[in-house]
């Protein structure tokens, strides 16, 4: 059973913008905590963003504070990734993922369920 689906990855300039959406199971919008991780060729997979299921508090890692904007959207069960500002260094497979516990999900071991990843290429 498919629980979480990316879509939105593509090619972007730096400066430019793209808009990540994961589509949860109904099962798992309503349990578990929702983010996002990238993982860039030859790097660990890392932290990136994520938002509480029960109250919409988002969360980010220092790399894209100011510039990325996750929010979730309690009717479709998706949660989306607003990325501004690109930089090449931002170019990495993202990968949603869920937990249910909260501090779980800030690390890529405690993560209970991955989507398949989608690729995001920004230019120079």
């Known amino acids: 059973q498919v629980q979480l689906v990316e879509s939105g990855g593509g090619l972007a300039q730096a400066g430019g913008s793209l808009t990540l959406s994961c589509a949860a199971s109904?099962?798992?919008?309503?349990?578990?905590?929702i983010g996002w991780y990238r993982q860039a060729p030859g790097k660990e997979r890392n932290f990136v963003a994520a938002?509480?299921?029960?109250?919409?508090?988002?969360h980010y890692a220092d790399s894209v504070k100011g510039r990325f904007t996750i929010s979730s959207d309690n009717v479709k069960k998706t949660v989306y990734l607003q990325m501004n500002s690109l930089k090449p260094e931002d170019t990495a497979v993202y990968y949603c993922?869920?937990?249910?516990?909260?501090?779980?999900?800030?690390?890529?071991?405690?993560?209970?369920?991955w989507g398949e990843g989608t690729l995001v290429t920004v230019s120079s």
């Open positions: 993922a869920a937990a249910r516990d909260w501090s779980h999900l800030q690390v890529a071991s405690g993560v209970e369920t």
């Open positions: 109904e099962r798992t919008f309503s349990t578990s905590h």
């Open positions: 938002v509480t299921w029960y109250n919409g508090i988002p």
